[in-house]
Each structure stands twice: as C-alpha cells, then as structure tokens.
DNA sequence: CGTGGGTGCACCAATAGCTTC
DNA sequence: TGAAGCTATTGGTGCACCCAC
C-alpha cells in the first residue's frame, strides 16, 4: 500500500484525487464527496478538516467524473452560424440570464454557417453529455443533420430558420407580424409607391415568411414591388453595401426599402450616403432593432424584434424541454416598429 | 445473462452504450472502442458491422467518459466580458482559426464583466477538465481570482488586460505604439493643437499604457492636454456617447481625440452628429480597427490592432503552452494606422 | 430503538496495456 | 503478424448498511 496522502508541489506531481484528501485525514472517499457536495449529512467539524486539507493538498474537483457518475451536466451550448452578428450577441444575452438563475452555464460555440462544423459541434455536445442546445441552424441544413441530435434525446431548441422535417421546439419571430408593419409602415406612413424587401439568404430562412405578407400588403396597397432590389442576399453588411452600390450604379433605388435585418441595413445606409447626393430619398427600414441601431448614422428605424427578449424565450422553452419549472413567457414578443431617422421619422 | 442487445426506439428507452453494441455482434468492447476511434488495428469487415450497428442501435459515442479515461479534452474556453464587444467576435475568430485546426473545440463564455461569475466559469472549466482557456479578466480581477487556475495548471492565456502577480502567459497589443501611432497622426498629420483619450475603464486596462506615450508625444509636440475629456470612462458606444453629450453641452470638444477603441469612437461620433452644427471640426480616432468601422458614418479612422489575428496569436500561444508546435507568429501585430473620414483623411 | 455520522462497494462508459489465438 | 480479448483504471456518485450513542 503506497501512502498517497502525502503530495509535494514540484510541477508535475501526480493529481490530487478525492481518496488523497480522504487517506490524508483518514476519511472515506463518500465523506469527502459529500463535504464537496455541501451535503447537510456531515457533520461541521468533518466539513471544515476536509476543506482545509483539500486546500492544502491543492485537491480540484472533477466535474466531469462526476458529470459520467449522475449523467447530468450544467453545460448549455448556443450554437450559431455567426458570432460576429450582433443579433446572436443580443440573444445569448437573454439565454444566459434565464439558464443562469438555475445554475446552467451557457457556452457559445460558431459554426460559421458550415453544416459540416455545425454537425461536428453538435455531436460533440451531444458526446459530452451537454444539458441542452439552443442553435440557429445554418443555413443549408436539412433534417438528417439534427438526426444524431434529435435521437440522442438532447434537449434541443431551433431559433429563427426552422428545418422541414424536423420537430424540435422552434423559437421564431413572427414574420407575418413583421412584414405587415414593415409594409404599413413604408406605405402608410411614409407613402412610399415602389418597395422593395432587401437582402435576406434564400434558403431555411426568415426571408420567405417576411417577404410574403409584405409583398401582399404592397400589392393591396397599390404599391410597385421592386423585383431586383428583393433578390435574396447574405446577411451582412458588407454584403449589402456591395450590392446596393451596384444596384444604385444602375439606377434610383426604390423609395422604401425594408432590409432582413438591421445588419443588413447598415450596408444599404452606406450605399445611400455614398450614392449620388441628390438621388430621391429612400426610407430605409431594418428589422431587429438591435442594440446599436440607435448608434448608427442615420439610426436605423426597425421592425423591432427584441433578440433580448428572444433569448429568454429560448431559455424557457429549453427549462420546459428538460422538464424544469418555468416562469415566464414561453411565446416570442409581438414585434413593433421603432422610428428613427433612416425612414425619415426623425 | 440479460440481453442488452436488442433496443427498442421507444422514448426514454436505455441509452445504447458501447457494451451493447459490442454484445450484439459477438464483439469485445475493445474491439468496438478501436472502430470509434478509427483504429488501423481492425479489419475492414469488423469496422463497418461495427458502425453499421451502432447506427442500427442509435449508439452515441460518449466522449466525457473517455475524457475520464484519457485525461485529455478539446474543449477551449474563450473567457469574454462582454459578448456585445465586436472585437470579442473578432478575437474569437481568429482562437477558433488556429484552434481549429488542430481539433481543438472553442466555446465562448461570457463573464460580463463581473469576477464572481468569471470565478465560476474558470472553477467550471477546471473542474471539467477544459484543455485550455483564453480570456479577458473582468476588471476587478485580482491575482486571487486566478489562483485557481493557476494551481490547477490548466493552460490559461491572458488577452490585453494584465494582472499584477498573475504569471500567466499575457497577449497584448503594443501599447506604446498605439499611443505613439495616434499622437503623431492628429498632431503631425492634422495639426491638432488640443487633444485628449477618450474612455477606456481606469483598472487592469491598456488604457494606463496607451494614454502614457500618447500623452508624452502631446507634450513633446506643445499641444494641449484636455484633462476633462480624457477621464476614464466605461467602453461601450453607448456611455461613450452619454460622456460626450455632456461635454459637449458644457464646451467645445478638444480638435483631435484617440478614442480607447473604436467601440468608445462609435459613440463619440454620434454625440459629435447630434452637436452644434458649425462647431469646429474634431478629428476623431478609434483603436482596433473593428469590421464594421468602415461601415459607419463617418467611417471610423483607427489605429488597427488587428483583433483577428491577436485571436490566432492567443492560439498559438495557448498552443504552446499545451506543448504543441506551433506554427505562425507568437508575437501580436504591430499596430498601423487606418486613415479614414471621421479623422478627416477622407 | 432510533438516528446522526460515516463506510463499502457496485456503477458510470469509456481507454490502455498486455495476453492470446 | 494481424485481429481480438481480458482486466485494471479513470474519479467520482448512489445506496445499502453499519456502528455507537
């Protein structure tokens, strides 16, 4: 019998188990874990020596041994098609603050829109055992990429690109809602004549939700669709400011334009400003309302859809999808719009 | 003897492990291990019975107990205070390029800024045995707070703010340069005769060093110091721009500001739009070079640190410090200045 | 005869190193 | 020699049980 009690701290010394602290006072193995559970079952004068003796033994507890033991994790993955999105920032937010308050630890992880990384990610969260996912799909996914997911029983939420065929609990905003304002907004408010929904990725997306209660209420209204200007788009800035600097090369742009997403919508305020100066205005409507919108110049006005908010809702539905107990809303905000100048509000 | 090959696909029946697999075959364990992990040491015929049965059975591999067994994990923590910073998402570009590559997993934690809960992450990634952490310790960390990791010999990169008494491999920008770089183009290149450093957070910060050699260069050019407009100041757009509203109400600006970051200039600039109109011109410029600040309005001149790369050389160094070669520069690029509108280059 | 305080051991799901055919 | 098996090992947890007041 090797006495392991006894430790020195050259770098490289063996690692100090549970049973090191437990041989060095004497203890049993359970004792100790208890005491680092901060079970009621022990009694104080046992608590404290341990403590002292762990400390001094430098001991560090293996969550992930443990973790193997209870088949339990505390770890949450968002995992998103890009984190340089502030959208996603906006979100995660929200998710954290709902996850934290009952001690699940929120950790992101970006696929880069790339369903081959997404997969690997996904299985590995699933390999470790991870207490639950919230992901926006990237964009060319199909159902058999969530099929390893979806049968490993991860508690799984999808936000905003929802997948056919595939029936996890979906988060989404309400795009009927929000091309509706978009529309009375542009039209009514501003009486804009030719339109136009700007940007936007073609496939598993937003887009086409948005785009087909818009495109109705322009029709109804009377109003030109703007064809070319509705071609779908990457939803980026730099994207945007790309092709409307084109578009713009070519010709006037229409008179209202409402972009997929605030992101979206600072490219097309570059353009503008960029473009010949006394080019018609053009009312300029981003959908988000992210945090620095109101930073930007112009400041963007927005279909506002609280990505905030958003988050939390993703976290309550994946407490509800563990079968935890949740308060509050589980149904993503009704979206408003919020004027500021890039419409010509301000 | 029971039967624990055959699994039904009811929900919530017992997860397939790799024994069941193993036995429905007629296997060993071991055998079954090797094909998860693609050994060469198994024929072709038992490797694909082997896969095609444990996706028959829904067999998921589980990762956490041979990261028990092996000691070993890929996952990186990045260790962020605030998520809703763009050069956040650029440094973690950059970590997950290099990281990557090697197979290594990177999830972003966000602290907020707030040490508890930074304490909690680090004890978490610890205890779950995390290959390695990169991050930028919340304000008010203490030496005390990295005592943890410390002892635990996780390897541990510390990014832009340094911790006195914390001997952790740092990765930093060159302050110095920075200061220098931004004195000599508002002084040399634009005359300004009355210059200030606009925000950044007085503790653990660049801010100490870069306000250092700017503020010598101002002196040694005979340009006024403007003391108000140079307090500390928190960095985000959004009390950057709350500070210069109220500055400007009180006075007028200085002519040449270095701003603590692009993300501080953002907000500068807006209350700069919203001021008098025919005030004196001030020459504005950011530090980092973010993405988007070419977007903005005016586009945001910027001394460039180049965030995506200081990403790869924390992954390098964590790398290194993993003891795994190591390609590609260890040392973070030195910083350059981006001319743009809202100095008054373009 | 409870009961507070603690022990012993099987178990979680894999891997490593050695043996065997 | 190539392919597979055996068994100890990883660091904890859950539970049945035990012992002494």
Redesign the pocket.
């Known amino acids: 019998m090797r006495e392991d009690g006894e430790q020195d701290d050259r770098l490289g010394a063996r ?1 100090v ?3 090191d602290v437990a041989n060095a006072l ?6 100790v ?2 005491v ?2 901060n079970s009621p ?3 104080e ?2 608590r404290s020596a341990v403590l002292v003796e762990a400390e001094r033994l430098g001991y ?3 969550q992930a ?2 973790n ?4 339990r994790n505390d770890l949450v993955g968002l995992v998103m098609p890009d984190v340089m999105n502030p959208f996603v920032a906006e979100v995660s937010l929200g998710v954290q603050e709902v996850l934290g308050e009952v001690g699940l630890f929120v950790m992101i992880a970006n696929t880069v829109d790339r369903v081959d990384l997404q997969r690997q990610i996904l299985r590995s969260l699933v390999g470790h055992r991870a207490a639950g996912v919230v992901t926006i799909p990237a964009l060319t996914s199909t159902a058999d990429h969530f099929a390893d997911i979806r049968r490993s029983g991860l508690p799984t939420v999808l936000l905003l690109r929802h997948i056919d065929g595939v029936e996890l609990p979906f988060v989404g905003t309400d795009e009927a809602a929000i091309g509706r304002l978009g529309a009375e907004h542009l039209i009514t408010v501003h009486g804009c004549r030719r339109v136009a929904y700007f940007g936007g990725d073609p496939l598993a997306s937003p887009r086409v939700g948005r785009m087909e209660t818009f495109r109705r209420a322009v029709t109804e209204a009377a109003a030109d669709w703007d064809a070319t200007w509705s071609e779908p788009l990457e939803a980026t800035p730099d994207a945007a400011y790309r092709r409307a600097a084109e578009l713009l090369a070519a010709g006037p742009p229409p008179d209202g334009v409402l972009c997929h997403s605030d992101n979206v919508a600072y490219g097309l305020a570059k353009a503008l400003r960029l473009g010949t100066p006394d080019a018609a205005p053009c009312a300029v409507l981003g959908i988000d309302d992210l945090h620095q919108s109101a930073m930007w110049n112009p400041s963007i006005s927005s279909v506002a859809t609280d990505p905030v908010e958003l988050g939390r809702v993703c976290g309550r539905v994946l407490l509800a999808e563990m079968g935890m107990p949740v308060e509050g809303s589980c149904t993503p905000p009704a979206p408003e719009i919020h004027a500021r100048a890039s419409c010509g509000c301000h």
Do not use: D, F, K
């Open positions: 690692r188990r549970m049973l004497g203890l049993s193995r359970a004792t874990s208890l680092m559970r079952l022990v009694s004068a046992t560090i507890y293996n041994a443990a193997l033991r209870t088949q």
